[in-house]
């Protein structure tokens, strides 16, 4: 399968944006899709999955309560809503893909084998 992140850009604190991952291949249901960042000088991190088939999602604490993972397997789309954002998650945000993911390892980067290109979320204070 192949990813495309998008939906990335200037938003001032506290503002909203939409993150999309459109995916290319057959049988996206059976895949889970994560979105990970990576800000400036520090390691890639986990935000949000949403697993194949029933559609479970999962947040990383930091996020809970403001970003919104989704996906519409017809579209082959999945959607991160950021709300109330905040300059500390200025990031470069990949989304990737695994099929079949074990739940216990949604949050494991090495698990997931496909990436998209990130797209740059930048928040100002």
């Known amino acids: 399968v192949q990813l495309q992140a998008s939906g990335g850009g200037l938003v001032q604190a506290g503002g909203s944006r939409r993150l999309s991952c459109s995916a290319s291949?057959?049988?996206?249901?059976?895949?889970?899709v994560a979105w990970f960042r990576q800000a400036p000088g520090k390691a890639r991190e986990f935000v949000s999955a949403v697993k194949y088939g029933v559609g479970t999602t999962y947040y990383a604490d930091f996020v809970k309560g403001r970003f919104t993972i989704s996906r519409d397997n017809d579209k082959k789309l999945v959607y991160l809503q950021m709300n109330s954002l905040q300059p500390e998650d200025t990031a470069v945000y990949y989304c990737?893909?695994?099929?079949?993911?074990?739940?216990?390892?949604?949050?494991?980067?090495?698990?997931?084998?496909?990436w998209g290109q990130g797209t740059q979320v930048t928040v100002s204070s």
């Open positions: 291949g057959r049988a996206f249901i059976n895949y889970t």
């Open positions: 990737a893909a695994a099929g079949f993911l074990h739940d216990d390892y949604y949050n494991v980067e090495r698990y997931y084998n496909f």
